[in-house]
């Protein structure tokens, strides 16, 4: 029997709730990952799907659990075009309680149906989401034509230790589904000539980090004059670099976006950056780093004594990349931006973490439009790439994946969920918890169309 709208509610703000109570700070996902599968196997016990279904822990350190489920195909039906997997992680950023309204893992609910605390958004919420509309398609006899996977990994906001989605899929190659949603999409943006669309991931950049060396000559900092300070040339160097926003260049995936915002808009890349820019807030600062390299200066040297002039300074450069860019594209980019008049070098203090992506239309962004069709009608799929990492980029190099970040949100403002992550106050609008379930559930059977009854 379906559990009823309300219970389910309930289900998933208390399975939220537990999450977000157990600290895993970077670390400690066993305990997290444990309370899951003892959810799942409470969830189903007593159903016909207590037999079918596969929960297993699978760890690198036994503190440090990944979670897997599979429901899996039923033999009888014909197949779907692909599998698919409910992917998320476990793991979240420290949490100052000094600077919260709210205890972070005390899981506190206000009176405006807020739920506070730490992965409350990064992403306790859709973790919590998507094992409940697994456990609910079980129990109520949804019969997958392809496998329905359940992936909450480990390490995913660090990543040092190299126990979460990378080593899971490179030690598990039986894991490899067709089709992801993991987290990056879903914020509900009005924009300003009133039409509503919602964010959808369909790809990460990527990173290749430039370190910029400015060249000079060491001297006695008594004298300023003597031999050739390499720290003013750095500054120099960097009032090019400026903020490190990127040079405006073209893509599909970029002209995917601003087909959704600007349909007519003009041919000039840089103005039709600026019209799109112009409909929402977000946009001001998420569209142009979707246009190019982005070098954000970061990281800091010059001189090991203060009273020495150093013959050599350098900063670090967090450059973001597009998918399919090499280290030589970004090399020849940052040297233009640099220019050859004043002496440096460039070179590459940590290798390529190339940017990925999927196809921004097939089987996953159809079902997305047909969700919206019917609970938010008039609403629009943006594609937008994401400018951080997240474990798609894992996903899509092992198998191939169509992994996509998109997780419904209409009562919790985009505002709210931008300055919550990483952040203070990190919160949640309860009932996005339980839309999160629906579209999950929606998914499964538009994807998988097996013969269950309808939730």
């Known amino acids: 029997m379906s559990t009823p709208r309300t219970s389910l509610h309930e289900e998933v703000l208390e399975v939220t709730r537990r999450l977000i109570r157990i600290d895993t700070t970077n670390g400690n996902e066993t305990e997290a990952a444990d309370f899951l599968a003892g959810y799942l196997h409470d969830a189903v016990a007593g159903t016909p799907a207590e037999q079918r279904l596969e929960v297993e822990l699978v760890a690198k350190d036994p503190r440090r659990a990944n979670l897997v489920a599979r429901l899996p195909a039923e033999a009888s039906l014909p197949r779907a075009e692909g599998s698919l997997a409910f992917v998320g992680h476990l793991d979240v950023v420290p949490a100052d309680p000094q600077d919260w309204t709210h205890p972070p893992f005390e899981a506190v609910v206000d009176d405006a149906g807020f739920l506070f ?14 094992v409940v509309a697994f456990a609910e398609l079980a129990r109520t006899g949804f019969s997958p034509r392809a496998d329905l996977w359940l992936v909450m990994v480990a390490d995913e906001e660090d990543g040092a230790a190299d126990v979460g989605m990378r080593w899971l899929l490179e030690s598990r190659p039986d894991i490899r589904p067709t089709y992801a949603v993991n987290e990056g999409g879903g914020q509900r943006l009005e924009l300003s000539d009133g039409r509503v669309v919602l964010t959808l991931a369909v790809g990460e950049k990527g990173t290749q980090p430039v370190r910029v060396t400015a060249l000079g000559e060491a001297g006695h900092a008594s004298m300023p004059t003597i031999g050739d300070n390499a720290v003013p040339r750095l500054g120099e160097l960097m009032t090019r670099i400026g903020r490190g926003l990127p040079t405006l260049e073209g893509s599909e995936l970029l002209e995917r976006t601003l087909d ?55 900063v670090e450069l967090d450059c ?26 460039l070179s590459f203090p940590e290798p390529i973490v190339p940017g990925t992506s999927s196809p921004a239309d097939g089987p996953v962004v159809a079902a997305i439009a047909g969700f919206l069709a019917e609970h938010e009608p008039g609403a629009t799929a943006l594609p937008l790439l994401c400018t951080g990492f997240t474990d798609s980029s894992f996903l899509r190099a092992a198998g191939g994946t169509a992994a996509y970040g998109f997780s419904p949100f209409r009562s919790t403002p985009a505002d709210v969920l931008d300055a919550g992550y990483h952040n203070a106050d990190e919160r949640v609008h309860v009932d996005d918890l339980t839309l999160s379930v629906r579209f ?15 939730s």
């Open 117 to 130: 605390g730490r992965g409350a958004v990064d992403m306790k919420n859709e973790v919590a989401a998507r």
């Open 260 to 314: 959704v915002l600007v349909p007519d808009r003009s041919p000039d890349l840089a103005t039709a950056m600026d019209q799109a820019a112009t409909l929402h807030p977000m946009l001001v600062h998420s569209l142009p780093p979707l246009a190019g390299i982005t070098m954000a200066p970061t990281l800091l040297s010059g001189s090991t004594a203060r009273n020495v002039m150093p013959a050599r300074a350098w």
């Open 320 to 345: 973001r990349i597009l998918p399919g860019m090499t280290p030589e594209e970004v090399l020849a980019a940052v040297a233009d931006r640099l220019g050859r008049d004043l002496p440096h070098e």
């Open 440 to 454: 999950h559930e929606q998914l499964a059977r538009r994807l998988l169309g097996g013969a269950a009854a309808s």
